[in-house]
């Protein structure tokens, strides 16, 4: 079975400032995907950036960026310029790309962002 | 309409009432999901439809009931809940092919359910 592990409950940062939310994940399967989501007070799971497996270049989607390292099997969201409207939770998600499998996600962290 | 869409947004309901969630989903997706969110813990897969058939049923209660009567309409029936089954219950579709891959889950807004 396939685990994700948020160490950092919540983070604290100011706005326009980098941040780094940690995810490690453990599995044996060799083919895989990594998920980030942000939910919002709001509680709606908004899809923020995706890594696959095999993919040799970090994942970028605008200030998003995810810093893979397979063999230390982390997953790592880094936010630059951080903006008031990104405090929210974040959730760390991997799904196997064999059978019908589907996401299994880590407990999240909590980023608050100061003006 | 965008999206994944869940009604009510909120409900309230006693343990002996009997009400249903709704989810729709908009993307032209072929599986829905759903999946419940209690406090500190993480979101748990609840239920799978995969081409309008249940492929997943994570040993939920059966006052737990699901019906996906085509692939864009999802329902989440409850009858005699517990207070323990308060919590955010979200909806999520993707699309999946033949041998199972999927795309990425898109998520609705959720139903912020309260068992008195």
């Known amino acids: 079975a396939q685990k994700i592990t948020q160490t950092q409950p919540g983070m604290f940062v100011q706005e326009k400032e980098a941040v780094t939310l940690d995810c490690t994940y453990d599995?044996?399967?060799?083919?895989?995907?990594l998920f980030w989501y942000k939910q919002p007070s709001s509680g709606e799971m908004i899809f923020l950036i995706y890594?696959?497996?095999?993919?040799?270049q970090n994942a970028t989607e605008g200030r998003y960026s995810l810093n893979f390292q397979k063999a230390r099997k982390s997953a790592n969201l880094v936010i630059s310029a951080s903006q008031l409207g990104d405090s929210a939770m974040y959730f760390c998600?991997?799904?196997?790309?064999?059978?019908?499998?589907?996401?299994?996600f880590g407990k999240g962290t909590m980023l608050l962002v100061s003006p | 309409e965008t999206g994944v869409t869940q009604t009510p947004r909120h409900l309230v309901m006693g343990m002996t009432n009997k009400k249903s969630l709704k989810c729709e989903q908009h993307?032209?997706?072929?599986?829905m999901y759903w999946y419940k969110q209690s406090a500190k813990k993480p979101l748990e897969l609840m239920f799978v439809?995969?081409?309008?058939?249940?492929?997943e049923n994570n040993s939920v209660p059966s006052r737990f009931s699901p019906e996906c009567p085509n692939s864009s309409h999802l329902f989440l029936h409850l009858h005699t809940l517990q207070p323990e089954d308060s919590a955010l219950y979200l909806c999520?579709?993707?699309?999946?092919?033949?041998?199972?891959?999927?795309?990425?889950?898109?998520f609705g807004p959720g139903t912020r359910l309260t068992v008195l």
């Open positions: 998600a991997i799904r196997m790309n064999s059978g019908y499998s589907t996401l299994t």
């Open positions: 599995t044996s399967d060799q083919s895989y995907g």
């Open positions: 890594q696959g497996s095999y993919d040799e």
């Open positions: 993307l032209g997706h072929n599986a």
């Open positions: 439809y995969n081409f309008k058939e249940q492929t």
């Open positions: 999520a579709s993707s699309q999946r092919t033949a041998t199972g891959e999927t795309d990425t889950q898109y």
